[in-house]
Structure formats: structure tokens, C-alpha cells
């Protein structure tokens, strides 16, 4: 592969670890704390789990160097779901550590996410291969997948494989989902005495893995800046041609962190927040409204332009939209869907759907733009549901506003001129080059996990915390992944899942954001965060998010 200048930089950066992990690895000692319980379902979950709940947090710390060389292992690691930055130095630091333990130590990758454990499908890492993935973005070291490994049949296959390559633990890195399934398995491996364990490691761009424990999973940080430095960009654009509306979306479904945190570092004119939308029950008229009013103050201004953030999950959060989603889900079930697809025109299927809906879903549907009403009832699942992540959200809520200013422009209350352009960040911020602190943390993640390996520990998710400091001040340890589990209702059956953490109301992330969002909508005062820097001065090369740091009060 042809690599590029940075790319060559990059192979010769080396991550920072937390002060007590760079003493010599034979001295560090563990601390114990106190026995943990899940965050909600208590009784549910701990028996589920009777092997591995209730086990207490550990942090590392630096003690005295044992003059004892610790026993050949072979790990197994796994990148499970969406990629994000940084995952190769998850594996770069496990590496590392696993040789610094003993150089007799062997790490296997599993390709192509949880399927490769269970078709036995892996490489072998030593340093040149390794070498050539440190401090680079992607998941293209082994590949990911989005395989569940949730089955009696996929557990025994997976203590076989291990079984056959002598594996005594297995790293998973991955998000919820993917360390839910980690926690399962670690039961699985300890109720039928294997030997394996199984670490997790708090991976997602969307920020919704995180408590009071996991201040942030790993690649947020990367994410957020990259696509922060395109909203910047934008915003000079905007301000330099003063005659486009901008609608951004950006990734985040479930949680509007990533919305959140952009709309931090570039103060725009609007930003969404999902979690907001839905405790307010604000309609999609009143959404409308909402942009539309700063669309006219600034018009009043002589400021024809602006830019407006919108998480990609804001509809799902829309009360009368959600019942409309439901409604559309019903109607088309079973021999419906096949009666409905078997209609020649859109008008045929229109008058189809004014019959089958309620006149308040009806109500709903007929305000939005006809490309996203076929979008609703032309892309659906396997299983005949809307697929709404496919919903063009900056286009919906751009089209409302437009519609809601050629009322105003007929009653003479706007005078302004409306131009709007669309955008979609996703894919761009994946996989980018991790930023020194996503380089630094998921390093830590990872040496930290062998660790947790080399200490006995089963179920547990690798553990970094104090991240708003400079590594040196940050500390490692480890936590079991049951103390995050609740009980949830998926596919009609009740599951342990790990809780996904919504972007808090009366956190200081969103107070700050709702004191200067007002100023924000009317005034021009975005911010141009730019490139992420590699290299410089630490205020601005190991800067982390502005959440984190509002978090922590810094």
C-alpha cells in the first residue's frame, strides 16, 4: 500500500499512556473496590449473570516489580459493529502489552467482526503487521462485522475455536450491543468452566456508551472534530456568500452527542437535540417554527444565510412521528404489504394509505414533502417496517421551514429570501485518523485490557478514566459490564442490554449549549475549529471534546 506523508508521521508517534501504567508492567498491582450491581432490573440481571455480576471495579496502580515472568497466553481480539478511530491502537496497545507480559505471548485477530470466531477465520499478528496499522484510522487491520454472538449454538462453537488454538481470553471492541454480547459470553465461558475470558473495550462515534464510569467511548472525540472541522468550513462559506441556509445532518440515531458536541465547537444557528425534541413532545409544525423564527430574525438582520444542525435520529423522537412510523409498521404487515406493492401509482397508493391511516397520523403525513412520504412506504425492512434511518431528516425540516416562510411571506411578516442546501456527515468521520487523545486513549485501552487478562479477569470493560487531564493524571482499571446492564424489550422478548446514555437535559454539555443558543440563532458567531492537529503545542493537539470538558468543569 502506498502510504501518505502524515500516514508515515503517524507510524512514529507513540501513544501516551496514564502515569501508572508506565512504570514497568511487572510492577503494577491492583486495587479493589467495592461490589458493583447493574444500573436498573438488579435481581433479573444477577441471575442471568451468577458468575459474573456483582464483581467489584479494580483500578491499577504502581507497586513493586515481581521477579516473575507471567505464563505464555494466546488472546483472541474482535472488532464488532461501525468503525471508528482508533481501533487499531486498541489492538496496537494490546500487542504491545501482551509482549512486554511475555514475548511468548500471542494475539490472533479475528477477521471480519464476531462471524471470524465462529468461522475460525484469523490472522496471526506480529510487529511488522502491526506496524504498519499503528495510529492510522479504520478497521481495515482484520475487518469488522455486525454478527451478534447471542446463541447456545454460536457460544459452543466459539469455546471450540478457542478451545482448539489454546485462546485464553478474548477482547472484544465494540459498542453497546457488542459489549452486551461480550458480557454474555464471558457467562457462557466461566458457567461451562472453558478458562476464556472475554474484555470488552467502549467503542462508538455516537457517544452513547458512556455513564459514570466511561466518560467517553473511543472515537467520539475524532468524529466530532472531523466533522466539527467541516460545519466550520461551512460557516465560512455561508458567512463569505451570505445567501444559503445550510442543513447538516450528523450520525447519531439513538442520542444526539454528536449533534451536541458540533454544535459546541462550531456554535451555529440551530442545532436540534433529539432527547430535547422528545421531552418537550414538539411537533414537526413546531420544529418548523422554531428554525423558521431565526431564519426571519436574521433575515431582519440582512443575514439571508445560516447553518442548522440536525441529529439523524430527531424524527424518531417527534411524538406524532413515532405513532405515525407505528401506524405505517401496521399497516403494512403481512398480505397488506404485497396488496399496497401491487398498486401501479403513487396516487393509487396515496389514497391507500388516507384510507388505513388515523386522521391524526393522516394530519401528519400530508405536511410532509411527497420524496419523504415515499421514502416512509417505498424503503422498508425485511421484516415490512420503515427503515427511518434511510429519511433524508435535513431535507424534511428544511422543506417545513420553507413552506412555513411562504406563509409568513404572504402575510407580510417575512421579507427575507430562503435558499437551502443539504448535507449528510457519516462515513467521513469513521475513519479518520485517530486524534492524539483518541491515539492515546484507545493505546491505554488496549494495554489496559491485557492487563485485565493477565489479573483473571472475566466480564469486565476496559477502563480509562480523569480523560479531561493530561494522560499522565489519567487512570486505568477495569469494570464489570453488568454494573451498566438493564433489562429492555427487544424484537418482543425481554434482553440484558447495556444502557444507551442520551444526551442529559440538566447536564452542563446541553445547559451551556441552551444559554447561548438564543444569541447563537439571530447573531454570527460561529467558530472555525479547522484540521485536527497532530502537532504543536498540547492546548491544541491533545485539546479533548467540549462535552468532556464542560463535564468536568475545565
Known amino acids: 500500500?502506498?502510504?501518505?506523508?502524515?500516514?508515515?508521521?503517524?507510524?512514529?508517534?507513540?501513544?501516551?499512556l496514564p502515569g501508572m501504567l508506565r512504570s514497568g508492567i511487572s510492577e503494577i498491582t491492583v486495587k479493589t473496590g467495592a461490589p458493583t450491581q447493574s444500573v436498573a432490573d438488579q435481581e433479573v440481571i444477577a441471575k442471568l449473570f451468577p458468575n459474573t455480576y456483582g464483581e467489584p471495579e479494580i483500578t491499577f496502580e504502581a507497586g513493586e516489580a515481581k521477579d516473575v515472568t507471567p505464563t505464555k497466553k494466546t488472546v483472541g481480539v474482535i472488532l464488532s459493529g461501525g468503525q471508528a478511530p482508533g481501533g487499531h491502537n486498541v489492538i496496537s496497545g494490546l500487542y504491545d502489552a501482551l509482549k512486554a507480559l511475555n514475548p511468548e505471548n500471542t494475539l490472533i485477530g479475528f477477521k471480519g467482526g464476531p462471524s471470524g470466531l465462529i468461522e475460525d477465520d484469523f490472522v496471526v499478528f506480529d510487529d511488522p503487521f502491526i506496524n504498519e496499522y499503528r495510529n492510522t484510522g479504520g478497521f481495515d487491520i482484520i475487518g469488522s462485522g455486525r454478527t451478534k454472538l447471542e446463541t447456545e449454538e454460536q457460544?459452543?462453537?466459539?469455546?471450540?475455536?478457542?478451545?482448539k488454538h489454546g485462546i485464553d481470553a478474548i477482547?472484544?471492541?465494540?459498542?453497546?450491543?457488542?459489549?452486551?454480547?461480550?458480557?454474555?459470553?464471558?457467562e457462557y465461558f466461566a458457567a461451562h468452566n472453558t478458562g476464556v475470558q472475554v474484555i470488552g473495550a467502549p467503542k462508538t462515534i455516537d457517544g452513547d456508551l458512556k455513564n459514570e464510569d466511561i466518560e467517553t467511548s473511543f472515537g467520539f472525540d475524532t468524529a466530532t472534530k472531523t466533522y466539527s472541522e467541516l460545519i466550520g468550513n461551512i460557516?465560512?462559506?455561508?458567512?463569505?456568500?451570505?445567501?444559503?441556509?445550510h442543513f447538516i445532518k450528523v450520525m447519531g440515531r439513538s442520542a444526539s452527542h454528536v449533534a451536541l458536541e458540533c454544535a459546541l465547537e462550531t456554535q451555529p444557528n440551530i442545532c436540534l437535540i433529539s432527547e430535547e425534541v422528545a421531552a418537550k413532545k414538539m411537533s414537526l409544525a413546531?420544529?418548523?417554527?422554531?428554525?423558521?423564527?431565526?431564519?426571519?430574525?436574521?433575515?431582519?438582520?440582512?443575514?439571508?444565510?445560516?447553518?442548522?444542525?440536525?441529529?439523524?435520529?430527531?424524527?424518531?423522537f417527534v411524538p406524532e412521528f413515532s405513532k405515525l412510523i407505528a401506524e405505517i409498521n401496521e399497516l403494512l404487515a403481512g398480505?397488506?404489504?404485497?396488496?399496497?406493492?401491487?398498486?401501479?401509482?403513487?396516487?393509487?397508493?396515496?389514497?391507500?394509505?388516507?384510507?388505513?391511516?388515523?386522521?391524526?397520523?393522516?394530519?401528519?403525513?400530508?405536511?410532509?414533502?411527497?420524496?419523504i412520504q415515499q421514502q416512509l412506504f417505498l424503503e422498508r425492512d425485511p421484516h415490512g417496517n420503515v427503515q427511518v434511518s434511510l429519511i433524508e431528516s435535513e431535507k424534511l425540516f428544511s422543506a417545513l421551514v420553507a413552506d412555513e416562510l411562504a406563509r409568513r411571506k404572504e402575510a407580510g411578516t417575512y421579507k427575507g429570501k430562503f435558499s437551502p442546501l443539504h448535507h449528510f456527515f457519516g462515513y467521513e468521520g469513521r475513519c479518520a485518523f485517530p486524534s492524539n487523545f483518541d491515539a492515546d486513549y484507545c493505546y491505554s485501552l488496549g494495554y489496559n485490557a491485557a492487563l485485565l487478562i493477565e489479573n483473571g479477569f472475566n466480564g469486565y470493560l476496559s477502563k480509562i478514566s480523569n480523560l479531561s487531564r493530561p494522560a499522565e493524571e489519567w487512570v486505568a482499571g477495569g469494570m464489570p459490564i453488568t454494573k451498566m446492564m438493564n433489562i429492555e424489550r427487544r424484537h418482543g422478548e425481554d434482553k440484558p442490554v447495556i444502557r444507551k446514555a442520551l444526551v442529559e437535559l440538566d447536564g452542563k454539555p446541553f445547559k451551556f449549549f441552551e444559554a447561548n443558543?438564543?444569541?447563537?440563532?439571530?447573531?454570527?458567531?460561529?467558530?472555525?475549529?479547522?484540521?485536527?492537529?497532530?502537532?504543536?503545542?498540547?492546548?491544541?493537539?491533545?485539546?479533548?471534546?467540549?462535552?468532556?470538558?464542560?463535564?468536568?468543569?475545565?
Do not use: H
Open 1 to 16: 500500500m502506498t502510504i501518505s506523508p502524515l500516514q508515515k508521521a503517524r507510524y512514529e508517534y507513540s501513544p501516551k
Open 155 to 163: 457460544f459452543a462453537i466459539a469455546a471450540e475455536v478457542a478451545k
Open 171 to 186: 477482547v472484544i471492541i465494540g459498542g453497546d450491543d457488542s459489549n452486551t454480547n461480550a458480557a454474555v459470553l464471558a
Open 235 to 245: 460557516e465560512r462559506d455561508a458567512n463569505s456568500a451570505k445567501k444559503y441556509w
Open 286 to 316: 413546531q420544529i418548523a417554527n422554531y428554525i423558521a423564527d431565526a431564519v426571519e430574525k436574521r433575515a431582519a438582520n440582512g443575514d439571508n444565510f445560516g447553518v442548522a444542525i440536525i441529529p439523524e435520529g430527531v424524527v424518531e
Open 335 to 371: 398480505a397488506k404489504a404485497d396488496e399496497f406493492n401491487a398498486l401501479p401509482t403513487w396516487a393509487d397508493k396515496y389514497a391507500f394509505i388516507e384510507k388505513g391511516l388515523t386522521p391524526e397520523s393522516m394530519d401528519v403525513f400530508k405536511i410532509l414533502p411527497t420524496g
Open 517 to 554: 443558543r438564543d444569541n447563537w440563532a439571530v447573531e454570527t458567531a460561529y467558530t472555525f475549529p479547522g484540521a485536527i492537529q497532530y502537532y504543536g503545542p498540547a492546548e491544541v493537539c491533545d485539546l479533548t471534546t467540549r462535552t468532556l470538558a464542560l463535564e468536568k468543569g475545565e
